[in-house]
């Protein structure tokens, strides 16, 4: 699969067309977009592996310069392997919704991943994920505020997180704030859901926040994590009504199948590279 | 009609139906809610005129001692004819959609209402309006910041709604900011429609805030008019999935289907006595 | 909990209501509603069990004459005690996402029922099923066409389900057509999901169904099991947006989704009473 | 903007986007698809006008040969040139929401449009047609069967709507059933809103038939008219939530809005040329 971005002009659709043509290239699906604005180009190109007479590593070598002449310098692409299953580690925190529907995702085979790792701040979650044969990891944080140990805790998911070279890291329902130079580290690769429908009710207990405002729906929203708190590139949000009879218990639940849903449909595009970013905001292809 | 609202203790509903029923009343539909937080009773019931044996000011006299004995001095009521139709006074800039489209419901008869006039800062909708049958009056805004002119608009703005005493005064897309004493007077009774999910983009050109987030889902809010801008209680909320290939222009008009039913689904609410607010939020029945 | 039907007159609200103020009941929750169509009232009065000074079997001993002087003979009513745990047995065949999303209910304590089995005409969904401490039976199907071996199975199954007295039997993507006994046996108490939005594609494959007719939205319909096939009344329905690009495979996986939060609803609604029938229709308070 | 139809082969893509490329062409939107059932090939090619050094008829003189090279006999292509505005003809009876909401539409400008004629069975609708400036045509059908008289009446709409050419004949709750010669002669140009979600409720009455099945939602179906009643391609659908409160008065009301805004889109995607046809389903760019 290819994704490609450069500065919009004439000639590149049939460029990057014609190389896949000339290579024997079955397109399956393929995918164009240029931001007004930005006069930014998007393109996503899935091409059918065995119609091509050569591997991947071949297919970068001769796109190479093809992305070259097409975006010059500016030119931004990748070529995957979707062959190849996609490495998940997933964060959590004592909220176990968002987990238990990814690994039954995973387990009916709908979401065919290679999941390496749960790693929680608490261990509640650990029997249900070691059931599904899912490595475990407790990394406890500091109850008080303790600047040292929570960079310790940090440093500790870290290491575990990087040793699986990830293709998404999944906060699901991780009630920690990812410090900086981890969300730098983990750009575009770190996704989190928030239970609001962002930009309103940023930060800590948005559904009180709903609550007292009296919206008629509530929302959840999943987003690439970046070192401003809920303000990263909005990849998925949906929303449900709620009522004057539901209370803040009631917006919690309800809100508990949007958020799952949301996140699994963010990081099913992620993982098969639909999401690409340009000044903050996603195109999903 | 009558809408009771009191704080919580056993005894509010038997108290209402033994009386609805001592006097032969015939309940079309019914409604009750406490809110968990502030233990506020509220409730709505619509009780068939004709089944009652005497008139609505009568009906006032005698609900009165039994107001009394529930809610004391902090029962909040009121008995409505219902057959009596609804005055509603129309506020209008250059956009035209949400007029249209409460023309086109008041001229099929789905809302059965006494429009009494529309008032317009620009006259482009003088024509459309009067066609329908419906008074137009046109009361310019200085261009350049004016305050004193803008205080004379509004004075006469205020004259000609006040003479109907109307049951609503509907600010379909009106792009002026309504002073303080206004919201004050016009208190219950001002329905704005925001082209926004709030709280999320607050003023001006919330479609264009909306594209610089990236949002998936775009929204409209019915609310009454407080002197805080669009924080008043919301009455109906609603969304439409927008995506990348969507412009701010594309938002506009996918946005202007979602303003249009919000605003009519919370002016029939409002006419309806279904909206009682407590607290700064509304409870729908 | 109290649920009350019978033919609308006044004075019934008066009539539940006075009831249960004169016996100290604090009203939780109270809706009514009366159909225009056959004149059937209907009510549902959750009450705090603690508010009343006796037990249950008592509040229904006291009630009986209440009920029958305001319904006569065609009074339909029950008082069940919210406290104690709904018993809830789940049919299964291979597909698992419907168990796997109950389960998750269950084990984070959303669905706070005592899920006393599950039952499967294929194994596959035996090893999730007992890895969270609930027992799974197996009871094979005939592969080929068997009447008697079929008759067998199902009285296996009945006499399974039966020893739980559950309050609801799930069919969770269950793929056997139940005998007309067993329907009227579990008549009120069987909910299935079916995977179209009916009364569309009634019967097998509706996802195939649904993609030759090129609808634009599939849906999901949770209704109380009855003789004739996906005809009982509903309970729940809701739908997603498909598009062209979508072949049978992907509205398999995103009906899912729908299929899922459609049950969970459902399920919950009927086993809190709040599931009322009349005429083959649901009143859903 | 050129729209183009074949079965898939490797090298389409490359093909078109070269030639465009080749003359110039600023392609302002592209989309692709290939239906994996019938493995046809599908796209649509916005093209700024002012990109390209010849006009219209000389595109089409130039792409000819390029069609035959991909498509052979089976090619299905056309090209129009969007900057004329599309003539659409709207046939009505005596509901007018539908109506009302296309002239707001046109009046206000969103629907950029050369609105030739409104026909009706009825007259109700002529005043606020006149009154837009736009003609209006009653052309009485018999109140009794009889055939021959019908038979005339649609000759004399045929006539009415032949003479303008449309490139829409738009049936906006347009209650007589289109005789099979006429389906036919506009086929692909003619668009029925069903007032059901198809293919629930074929036929008359749906609203009664949702009340009965006692269905969650209610839709409304925008399709290209063909000689079975209901049966045509679905170009888009929506749904609206209703329950047990809802008579069938409130569906009829409530589904108001769902037909006009999925007429409205309907509408407009075909008059983009974004809707395509093969084997019943349509592709919507």
Known sequence: MITFGCPDRTGIVAGIATFLAEAGGWIVEAAYHTDPDTGWFFTRQEVRADSLPFDVDELRARF????????????????????????????VSKEGHCLYDLLGRVASGELDIDLRAVIGNHDVLADITRAHGIPFHHVPFPAEPDP????????????LVDEHDPHA??????????????????AGRALNI???????????????????????LIGATCHYVTPE?????????????????????????????????????????????????????????
């Not at 990748?78 to 580690?89: A, N, P």
């Not at 991780?174 to 730098?184: R, Y």
Request: positive net charge; aromatic residues 8%; proline residues 4%.
């Open 229 to 285: 708190l809920d303000a990263g590139p909005i990849i998925e949000q949906d929303v449900i009504r709620v009522n004057h009879e539901d209370a803040v218990s009631d917006l919690v639940r309800k809100g508990r199948d949007i958020e799952k849903v949301v996140l699994a449909r963010g990081l099913r595009w992620h993982l098969e590279n639909r999401v690409l970013v340009h000044a903050g905001r996603t195109v999903v292809f």
């Open 64 to 91: 190479e310069p093809v992305a070259r002449s097409l975006g010059g310098d500016q030119a931004q692409w990748r070529i995957d392997d979707t062959g190849q299953k996609r490495r998940v580690v997933i964060l």
């Open 194 to 216: 928030h239970h609001s429908f962002l930009p309103s009710f940023v930060g800590a207990r948005p559904y009180h926040q709903a609550y007292q405002r009296g919206v008629k």
């Open 148 to 159: 040292e140990a929570r960079a310790a805790a940090f440093d500790q998911i870290e290491k």
């Open 169 to 186: 890291i999944v906060l699901a329902r991780f009630m920690q704030i990812v410090p900086p130079h981890l969300c730098e580290r983990w």
